[in-house]
């Protein structure tokens, strides 16, 4: 690692903070050494290093280190602390210089200082060998979901709308929350925090409760592993949320979800334009560096069945939007009514299989008995509508199973059926067709028609 030619780049300034200083003193030591020491020698390292901070702040920040390849994090965020310092100073002189009423040519030189500060050549831009990279980052992020999703990484969660994909999400956070599994695969529980811009607190809370009793999860039990940020109405987009995650500790949270997508786009972001949803991602993935969170993004399929479409294509906008995410997965219809197929692609990983799910509220549930190359298609929807119109009960069933041996009127039927006068008439004359009822005629001509189940003179 190329973590001690750091120091090159680094002024007084940004040691302002005793905090700063034992993390970049230890993430310097631990680096040169020939092995990673794990958390405890990483506390023991803060420890003998003389700081003036408690034991117990030792033990918390050595949890923080994942493996070496995260010490660069901790220089990254110690030079961004530097670096808006300095910014701040040299917008100071510049102010100042305005003010006092300066000419151009003394001015120029100070903008230049707040271009060179505001964008100098950071930690992440130092280039590293081969040779380093491999040795510095021999293994794979862990997984926050088995053979799904990896810390840091960036997910679509992609389906047609009212098709319940927020309902999947609650499974999907309830699980990393408690540490249970999720569609048959092990997460690691971690603190999840959901930003919904979409529903009321009212049906938010009904809706993780009926979740988490059906998972079999002690709602008590979440006060601090859920955390909810109920946004419908507040305005906020990707850009403006970045004042909230910057306040975050690195992985106080495991997972962190967006629902929806399209709520909490830029007011001059279009989802159809490619360079604007790259900006979205790019903002989305500096997030989730920062924070060291895998982030979910819930958003909708286009218009029309998807089953057409290859995983990748399924989405509304453009196609930066798979691209761009690490995991994308989808859920479409199956052609078995309350059924689906959930699948998806992943960048770091083997695809998983994909999956039949049935819809049992307040959960979708895995069904392995399901074909999942059965989607719903425009001729499946045809020949299952077809289907239920011909097992149907016919219409004329609906005044017949209020007819009686004693004679009705038609006002008597329509009052019964709820229809009108001359809808009613019409299922009386089928049902008399096919001698389900029989019509009673007065013995007048303007005496009203009357229907039974038995003859005229029968009774």
């Not at 990279?133 to 960036?154: A, C, K, N, Q, W």
């Not at 009212?162 to 699980?175: E, P, V």
């Not at 989305?284 to 993004?297: C, K, N, P, Q, S």
């Not at 699948?343 to 799910?357: E, F, M």
Request: one cysteine or more.
């Amino acid at each position: 690692m190329r973590l001690l030619e750091s120091n090159d780049l680094l002024d007084g300034y940004h040691w302002s903070s005793p905090r700063n200083q034992a993390i970049f003193a230890a993430a310097v030591r631990i680096a040169g050494g020939a092995t990673y020491p794990g958390p405890d020698g990483i506390a023991a390292e803060l420890q003998r290093i003389g700081n003036a901070e408690s034991a117990d702040f030792c033990a918390e920040l050595a949890r923080e280190f994942f493996s070496d390849a995260e010490l660069m994090y901790w220089a990254g965020q110690c030079l961004e602390l530097g670096r808006a310092t300095g910014l701040y100073s040299a917008a100071d002189r510049l102010k100042l210089a305005l003010d006092s009423g300066q000419n151009m040519a003394d001015i120029a030189p100070l903008i230049a200082d707040v271009h060179d500060t505001a964008d100098p050549l950071g930690i992440s831009d130092v280039p590293i060998s081969a040779g380093d990279l491999i040795s510095g980052f021999p293994e794979l992020r862990p997984y926050v979901i088995d053979g799904l999703l990896r810390v840091g990484e960036t997910a679509n969660i992609i389906a047609a709308p009212k098709i319940g994909k927020s309902w999947l999400l609650l499974s999907l956070l309830l699980a990393v929350a408690a540490g249970t599994p999720w569609m048959g695969r092990a997460c690691r529980q971690g603190r999840v925090l959901l930003l919904d811009n979409e529903l009321h607190r009212e049906t938010l809370a009904r809706r993780i409760h009926a979740v988490a009793m059906a998972m079999g999860i002690d709602p008590d039990s979440l006060r601090d592993g859920l955390v909810i940020h109920c946004l419908r109405g507040a305005g906020e987009n990707i850009d403006t949320l970045g004042r909230f995650f910057r306040r975050m500790k690195p992985a106080e949270y495991s997972v962190i979800a967006i629902d929806a997508l399209y709520r909490a786009l830029p007011p001059d972001c279009e989802e159809n334009v490619n360079q604007d949803m790259m900006r979205v991602y790019n903002t989305v993935d500096g997030y989730a560096e920062r924070t060291r969170a895998a982030f979910l993004l819930v958003h909708h399929a286009s218009k029309g069945l998807q089953s057409e479409k290859q995983v990748t294509d399924v989405g509304s906008g453009a196609g930066a939007i798979s691209r761009a995410a690490d995991v994308h997965l989808v859920i479409r219809p199956h052609e078995e009514d309350g059924a689906a197929v959930m699948d998806c692609r992943v960048r770091s990983g083997v695809p998983p299989a994909a999956i039949g799910l049935r819809w049992a509220y307040p959960l979708w549930v895995p069904d392995s008995t399901l074909d999942t190359e059965k989607l719903l298609t425009a001729k499946s929807r045809r020949v299952a509508k077809a289907n239920s119109v011909e097992d149907a009960a016919p219409g004329y069933m609906s005044v017949v199973s209020h007819a009686c041996a004693e004679p009705r009127g038609l006002g008597w039927f329509s009052a019964k059926t709820g229809g009108k006068d001359h809808v009613t008439r019409s299922l009386l004359r089928q049902a008399e067709a096919v001698g389900a009822i029989h019509l009673w005629p007065g013995k007048k001509a303007r005496d009203p028609e009357r229907w039974a189940t038995v003859p005229q003179g029968v009774l």
